[in-house]
């Protein structure tokens, strides 16, 4: 069964950091690109970054480029986001999600969030 | 960048009830259309790909048409378990996706 654990969410002040991790299981995690996507309260779903299966190749969106690093550990299985130069406006429920082999479908399986409140 | 527009942002419905959620890209996506259904405090669940491929165990009520740029998802027979909001997202563009602002379907 594929699962995809995020943490490392909570209480930051403006201007802080904060490092954000997803753990994956039930796949081949080096073979398959991932994704972070977020959810401000009340508000919909916002696409914001993107790595490959090698991390070879990163995408952001320009809401948080210059400000975040996508990164992955494939020996750990595990998936990351450096958040810093925090704003109130990027608190949010984050989520890992991951891509399909075909990257033109939808990600099927996404993992429960972490809450970042950025807040002083 | 493709910007996705939903309408409407909010209906009212009842059981039994026959809904259409439409969505709306700024340009051609061809079939790159997604719909997801989200329950509040939870993730985000796939139903429709390609703007017309029903996921496995979604049930067959739910329905999704459209290409190029206007798309719709329809549900029929509205049951409890669809109290909900739905977002489209386009693919077209991957890996920078974009998702339409959301859909919340109340009881009426």
């Known amino acids: 069964e594929v699962q995809l654990v995020e943490s490392g969410g909570g209480l930051v002040q403006p201007g802080g950091s904060l490092r954000l991790s997803c753990a994956a299981s039930?796949?081949?995690?080096?073979?398959?690109?991932m994704n972070w996507v977020r959810q401000a309260p009340g508000k919909g779903l916002e696409w914001i970054s993107y790595i490959t299966s090698t991390g070879s190749t990163i995408y952001y969106a320009d809401s948080v480029k210059g400000r975040f690093t996508i990164s992955r550990d494939n020996a750990k299985n595990s998936l990351f986001l450096q958040m810093s130069s925090l704003r109130a406006e990027d608190t949010a429920v984050y989520y890992c999600?991951?891509?399909?082999?075909?990257?033109?479908?939808?990600?099927?399986?996404w993992g429960q969030g972490t809450l970042v409140t950025v807040s002083s | 960048d493709i910007q996705m527009t939903q309408s409407p942002s909010s209906l009212s419905a009842s059981v039994g009830d026959r809904v259409t959620i439409t969505c709306r890209a700024s340009q051609s996506i061809i079939m790159y259309l997604n719909w997801y259904q989200q329950k509040p405090g939870k993730a985000p669940k796939l139903l429709i790909d390609?703007?017309?491929n029903l996921q496995g165990g979604v049930p067959s009520r739910f329905s999704g048409s459209g290409s190029g740029t206007d798309f719709t998802l329809t549900i029929t027979n509205l049951q409890p378990e669809d109290f909900a909001t739905y977002y489209c997202?386009?693919?077209?563009?991957?890996?920078?996706?974009?998702f339409g602002q959301g859909t919340r379907l109340d009881i009426k």
């Open positions: 997202q386009q693919s077209y563009s991957a890996p920078t996706i974009t």
């Open positions: 999600a991951r891509s399909e082999e075909r990257l033109v479908l939808p990600s099927r399986y």
């Open positions: 390609s703007a017309s």
């Open positions: 039930g796949f081949t995690f080096s073979s398959y690109s």
